[in-house]
């Protein structure tokens, strides 16, 4: 008499390590692909930013038939240069420029007034603008 047995079928050690090998490698393969795909969306995210900033200066000299200064300076604070007669450090013109690139709230909150250093506007100073 034979008995009925069943036998149970399961994966090999063998067999188990070769599927992980085979996933392994498939991975490796993505991961530049995905490196790539991360790297080009950076580029891209970056020429937009820079084409923002182009806009805004456009959209700057369309509305006050000029470019942005350098820098705006407060007579009187600072430090002056002998050569130039120029009081600095000031505000920069990424700071003029910020009614441009849709932070009007944060332009308006500056005091333009003081110093970019001074205690007043050091909240505003320290926020990144995307």
């Not at 034979?2 to 996933?23: D, G, H, Q």
């Not at 995210?45 to 407060?74: D, F, M, V, W």
Request: one cysteine or more; proline letters at 5%.
């Amino acid at each position: 008499m034979k008995a009925n047995r069943r036998r149970c079928r399961a994966f090999t050690l063998i067999e188990l390590l070769v599927v992980i090998a085979i996933i392994a490698v498939l991975i490796g393969l993505l991961l530049p692909a995905v490196q790539k795909v991360r790297e080009a969306a950076a580029r891209m995210k970056c020429q937009n930013n820079l084409k923002q900033i182009g806009l805004a200066l456009h959209n700057y000299e369309g509305a006050n038939g000029r470019y942005p200064a350098g820098y705006i300076s407060t007579p009187g604070v600072g430090y002056r240069d002998a050569q130039t007669g120029d009081w600095g450090p000031g505000w920069g013109w990424l700071a003029i420029l910020l009614p441009y690139l849709e932070q009007g709230n944060l332009h308006q909150s500056l005091n333009w007034d003081l110093p970019c250093w001074d205690a007043a506007n050091a909240a505003q100073v320290k926020v990144t603008v995307p």
